[in-house]
């Protein structure tokens, strides 16, 4: 027997082994969250300077990408060694604390890495040893970043949505979710159907409703699911967007007139219509009669 002969008969390992890589990745995640928006940042105030004083621009002595420098306390300056970065493992045994000064370590990246684990395991166990899984995975990690960059900071980086949007395309050229035709059409109405949101809210009103970076997310999820799914995803959207949002000025008081991210919603719906968008299709088809 083959690996992939095992490894297909034996859907409960693989899924288990998706899941400890997806932890691992969700690791990754966590710096990507944190790192790339100070890296947009640094590039626009660096494009800026350059606009201004050009011949006064000093390029950047310290190295900060995704690699460098290394993870390191934000209180004591502690750098983070290699076993206390072991996805969720490390936090339980350090029990939430820097091992240099005892700060508090924000429970937020155990339950990315968490979310991350689950949410692969979901893409292995929906299909498998598969193409479909693989794509999946690279969805799903997408997703999680945008939510919570968006979350963390109102903002969609062109950096992940515009590759993935390609990739999505990619995929469907061999037909791996849809055909090319629903999903060139998929990002081309994605765009559109917020774009035209947009401009109607603000001529209406005079306010900006949303960003550009909600459009491309759109035209992203359309690319990868095609333009039947694009209903689904605003509909769900709106829905998952009502009841947090309300959930949050209860729970929290928030202030209804505080402008909250629509990515994050858009990203969630997408996840779901990605896995049951057809059945919830074809289940509200069923309850209205339609057919």
């Given at each position: 027997?083959?690996?992939?002969?095992y490894?297909?008969?034996?859907?409960?390992?693989?899924?288990?082994a998706?899941a400890?890589f997806?932890?691992?990745v969700?690791s990754?995640?966590?710096?990507v969250?944190y790192?790339?928006?100070i890296?947009?940042?640094?590039q626009?105030?660096?494009?800026c300077?350059?606009?201004?004083?050009?011949?006064a621009t000093?390029?950047?002595?310290?190295?900060?990408?995704?690699?460098k420098?290394?993870?390191?306390?934000?209180?004591c300056?502690?750098?983070?060694?290699a076993?206390?970065?072991?996805?969720?493992i490390?936090?339980?045994?350090?029990?939430?604390?820097?091992s240099?000064c005892?700060?508090?370590?924000?429970i937020?990246y155990?339950?990315?890495?968490?979310?991350?684990a689950?949410l692969?395991?979901?893409?292995?166990?929906?299909?498998?040893?598969?193409?479909?899984t693989?794509?999946?995975?690279l969805?799903?990690?997408?997703?999680v970043?945008?939510?919570?960059?968006?979350?963390?900071?109102?903002?969609?980086?062109?950096?992940?949505t515009?590759p993935?949007l390609?990739i999505?395309?990619g995929?469907?050229?061999f037909?791996?979710y849809?055909?090319?035709?629903?999903?060139?059409i998929?990002?081309?109405?994605?765009?559109?159907?917020?774009?035209?949101?947009?401009?109607?809210?603000?001529?209406?009103?005079?306010?900006e409703g949303?960003g550009y970076g909600?459009?491309?997310?759109?035209?992203?999820?359309?690319?990868?699911?095609?333009w039947?799914?694009l209903?689904?995803?605003?509909?769900?959207?709106?829905?998952?967007?009502a009841?947090?949002?309300?959930t949050?000025?209860?729970?929290?008081g928030?202030?209804?007139?505080?402008?909250i991210?629509?990515?994050p919603?858009l990203?969630?719906a997408g996840?779901i219509?990605f896995y049951?968008?057809?059945?919830?299709?074809n289940?509200?088809?069923?309850i209205?009669?339609?057919?």
């Amino acid at each position: 027997m083959t690996i992939l002969e095992y490894l297909d008969a034996s859907p409960a390992f693989v899924i288990t082994a998706v899941a400890l890589f997806g932890a691992t990745v969700g690791s990754f995640l966590n710096v990507v969250i944190y790192r790339l928006p100070i890296m947009m940042q640094r590039q626009w105030q660096q494009q800026c300077a350059e606009l201004s004083q050009p011949e006064a621009t000093n390029p950047p002595t310290e190295t900060f990408n995704l690699a460098k420098p290394d993870s390191r306390c934000p209180h004591c300056g502690h750098k983070i060694r290699a076993w206390e970065n072991i996805p969720i493992i490390s936090y339980l045994f350090l029990r939430g604390c820097c091992s240099g000064c005892g700060a508090n370590i924000s429970i937020r990246y155990p339950v990315i890495e968490a979310v991350t684990a689950a949410l692969s395991a979901l893409a292995a166990w929906q299909f498998g040893l598969s193409w479909e899984t693989a794509g999946a995975l690279l969805l799903t990690w997408s997703l999680v970043s945008l939510t919570m960059i968006d979350a963390d900071h109102q903002l969609l980086p062109d950096s992940i949505t515009l590759p993935f949007l390609w990739i999505g395309l990619g995929l469907n050229l061999f037909g791996v979710y849809t055909d090319l035709g629903s999903a060139v059409i998929g990002a081309m109405a994605g765009y559109l159907a917020l774009w035209l949101v947009y401009w109607g809210f603000k001529l209406l009103t005079g306010k900006e409703g949303m960003g550009y970076g909600d459009f491309k997310l759109l035209a992203m999820l359309g690319a990868w699911m095609g333009w039947q799914a694009l209903p689904v995803i605003i509909l769900l959207s709106s829905l998952v967007g009502a009841v947090i949002g309300i959930t949050m000025i209860v729970l929290r008081g928030r202030d209804h007139n505080t402008p909250i991210p629509f990515g994050p919603y858009l990203a969630i719906a997408g996840l779901i219509a990605f896995y049951w968008g057809s059945d919830i299709s074809n289940a509200y088809m069923r309850i209205s009669g339609l057919s």
